[in-house]
């Protein structure tokens, strides 16, 4: 470790990790002045495409003063909240203008983006380039888990789907489900962003998502893996990320939905398919797949290919909608969402919400007859199948 240490936070450490386990390949290190520039310029770096340069300009008067100080070939200690977490060697230290830097990433340099607020709080006007070594296992971690999946079943096609699953629905299930007809195994990553979700924690969100798989999928041919969704990830080039990600971990497609919000740079309603055409240098398979929708005459899930009958008929699945549901502590109804994945939600959402929980059960469920003690889940679980008894409209 050197004497002048470099403060970062555990965004950019996780970044930095990204990039030493191959995982942004062929990025391999932080880059120089030069090399930025040519990436700002043409969008690639060593005959494939990438969307900006792979940088380090951590904020800071303590930061600024040492980057100003420090020597060529000097070691610096790379630090989070006040624990060493590697160094680095320095080669450069350059000058940034903080404010192309976000339009580079987000594509807008507008301060009411969340995005280019919360870059902008972390991004100094110098950064540094050379060699580096941080300690962060989990992304070593995941890489042994899908390649030992992998070997496992001895899969020769792997498909990855990034989820927020915020919350996990329907139509998110039927892409899993499409996915998981054409491959041998499917990595879902679940998104983990650095702002933590008030409202669906990443605990919350892993587990509707173990539960649906292990219940309803042959589980050991999917696996649920975190992808820190740090800040690289958060603007429009997004897609081009997820599929240089993915295909790095080893996986041979990645599937995006139509309405992907990163696919307004790409997306040419007439050749699906070619979404990616013009990038350079990737082997993963692009797959866009359909969006989905609940027909009420098909009274099944549909895509607007294969279905007739008119968006009139169609309910669509906007999980900001049906968060919204669940945030008024309503129950979605079951097409929209799993009566127990709804279950989950609201029992965390509301805990503790009826006083007298085993005397509403007792009064309106069919049971034993016994007064048991019952959990807020379970109550909702029961509650919903009396909203789906259909003899009396």
Known sequence: MGSKTLYIDREALSTLALVQEGLLKPVDGLMDKKTAEEVTRTKCYKKHSFPFPFILAPKGRRNEEMLKSVQPGEKVTLMVDHEPVGWLETKEVF??????????IYGTQNPSHPGVQATMKRLGHYAVSGKYHVEYPKYR???ELISTAKN???????????MAARPLHRAHERLIRTTLDRSDLVVIFLLKPYQEDPTLSYALRQRSMEYFVKNYLPANRVIIVPLEYTYIFAGYNEVIL???????FGCDELVIGQN??????????NRIQSVFDHLRGFKIHIQTAPEYSYCDICMTLVSNKTCPHGEHHHISYHADSILELLKAGLMPPAVL?????????????FPNRFENLEKIYYDLMPGSGLLESQSEEDFY????KLYQTTSLK
């Not at 000058?95 to 580079?104: A, F, H, N, S």
């Not at 496992?152 to 990034?162: D, H």
């Not at 799993?338 to 965390?348: C, N, P, Q, V, W």
Request: glycine share 6%; no cysteine; net charge positive.
């Open 337 to 349: 969402i799993r009566k127990e994945i709804s279950a989950m939600i609201l029992a965390h959402l």
């Open 381 to 384: 679980i029961k509650l919903m």
């Open 141 to 143: 971690k995941i890489k």
């Open 95 to 104: 000058e940034i203008d903080p404010q192309m830097r976000v339009q580079e």
């Open 260 to 269: 992907h919000a990163g696919l307004g740079s790409f997306y040419d309603k």
């Open 242 to 248: 997820d599929a240089l990600v993915a295909e790095n």
């Open 152 to 162: 496992r079943i001895g899969a020769k096609q792997t498909s990855a789907l990034m």
